[in-house]
């Protein structure tokens, strides 16, 4: 049972806060194995899990934006993510 791995080890090894991580677990939102009061985590699951919510990159033109002229951008109208450095740079 090497595979399993404490909140702590999970934490080091993905960066995400025990805080989060205890969230997720309350919400079943991540894969967790209960033992007694113990929880414990796959690290094979674990590695599932995080494969799952990769998020491809656009490439080419998909990924650009128009820039309006005023460099402003009206957030709720704006569907996608976008990378903000471009408007912080000035011309």
């Known amino acids: 049972m090497e595979h399993l791995i404490d909140i702590t080890e999970l934490e080091r090894?993905?960066?995400i806060?025990?805080?989060t991580l205890r969230k997720y677990?309350?919400?079943r939102k991540?894969?967790?194995i209960k033992i007694g009061r113990l929880v414990r985590f796959d690290l094979f699951e674990i590695e599932a899990w995080i494969r799952e919510r990769k998020v491809p990159a656009l490439k080419g033109m998909?990924?650009?934006q128009d820039i309006p002229e005023n460099r402003q951008l009206n957030f709720q109208e704006t569907p996608e993510i976008v990378h903000f450095g471009r408007f912080l740079s000035a011309n």
Request: proline content about 7%; overall charge positive; aromatic content about 6%.
């Open 13 to 15: 090894r993905t960066a």
């Open 25 to 27: 677990v309350a919400q």
């Open 30 to 32: 991540i894969p967790f």
């Open 62 to 64: 998909e990924a650009r």
């Open 17 to 19: 806060k025990q805080a």
